[in-house]
């Protein structure tokens, strides 16, 4: 009883959330019939989704090595040395 | 609680068998489902396995504290080596300079091959790093 | 659509949950919910499109779209590390204030400072 505010706020924006996700618009299809054809020929690997991350995109996967380094120096600097 | 060796036994004969199915899942990443991410996490998982039944002590002679993180920043710093390699041999940074040969075959991807194996050997000793960490106990 | 409210359902449950729960652990199981969910949400929206895995070995049929699977890898991973990195600054707390209750934690630290 004394979290009525909290309750109220969090129905308001599930109200929200439920009505701004109708959604109609159709399947795209312009990415995969791109990759479809070309995907093979240009990186050589046969899953398209291997071709994407390490082929079209790698400097994406190059942020989330970085990303992995700082969080690991964070756990090692937070709990500290083994003694 | 007394602990029974049920585990203890178990640990050791499933453990080599999950390191191998995650090298697998590293190796083929560009042939079948799987990659450096996935690959990654499940050698990391087979680590763990041995790390929950035996304690920290035990593990630390096969997998030692050092060699793990330092195999965690060689893998960072190769995957910026072989950007800078792209720039020498090819035409931009991260560009694919090594022959692309028939689909179908193992080593026939140009250099996703190696980027999936220095991804799958980072991402692998990171959690195992983590978890060493969030598993160690107060004296 | 109704696949798309349950998934929304699952996202609510941890937004309930971050704001509702008193304990530090379940805030950060709940952290990890939201992550799920939204995973599932955009690999939903792009599995609309066909009916077959995006490999091209020996397919019979129409691929997905392969592209936000790609993309969410990445968020996967970047998940664990949030998971991770909450986890360690609960043990901190955990160790100045001996309690894991974060209404007592704050009468702790008023009082304190």
């Known amino acids: 009883m004394k979290r009525i505010p909290q309750i109220v706020v969090l129905v308001i924006f599930s109200a929200f959330l439920f009505y701004s996700l109708q959604v109609d618009s159709p399947a795209p299809q312009k990415a995969r019939d791109y990759l479809l054809q070309n995907g093979p020929k240009e990186t050589g690997a046969v899953n398209l989704v291997t071709s994407i991350y390490l082929g079209y995109r790698a400097f994406d996967t190059l942020g989330e090595t970085i990303v992995l380094l700082v969080s690991v120096s964070g756990v090692v600097y937070f709990i500290g040395k083994k003694q | ?139 | 659509m109704l696949r798309i409210y349950l998934i929304l359902i699952l996202f609510l449950l941890g937004v309930f949950g971050i704001i509702l729960c008193r304990n530090l652990i379940k805030k950060v199981i709940a952290l990890n919910i939201i992550n799920s969910a939204l995973i599932i949400l955009f690999i939903y929206l792009g599995s609309l499109s066909g009916d077959e895995a995006p490999i091209l070995l020996d397919q019979t049929g129409i691929i997905v779209d392969p592209v936000p699977q790609a993309l969410m890898l990445t968020a996967i991973v970047v998940g664990i590390c949030v998971t991770a990195l909450a986890l360690s600054l609960v043990y901190k707390l955990y160790k100045a204030y001996g309690t894991l209750d974060i209404q007592e934690i704050e009468k702790k630290a008023r009082e304190n400072a």
């Open chain 2, 1 to 139: 609680m007394k602990k029974t060796s049920i585990l203890d036994v178990i640990s050791r004969k499933l453990s080599p068998f999950i390191l191998l199915f995650g090298f697998y899942l590293v190796t083929y990443g560009h042939l079948s489902p799987g990659g450096g991410f996935q690959g990654g996490v499940v050698i990391a998982s087979g680590i763990v396995l041995l790390l929950l039944c035996q304690g920290t002590e035990r593990v630390q002679k096969l997998f030692p504290l050092t060699a793990v993180s330092f195999t965690e920043a060689l893998g960072f710093f190769a995957f910026l080596a072989m950007g800078f390699l792209g720039i020498f041999l090819g035409s931009g940074y991260l560009s694919n300079f090594l022959p692309i040969g028939t689909p179908g075959e193992v080593p026939s991807a140009g250099f996703i091959l190696v980027l999936n194996i220095v991804i799958g050997l980072k991402v692998g000793a990171g959690i195992t790093l983590i978890c060493f960490y969030l598993f160690k106990e107060e004296d």
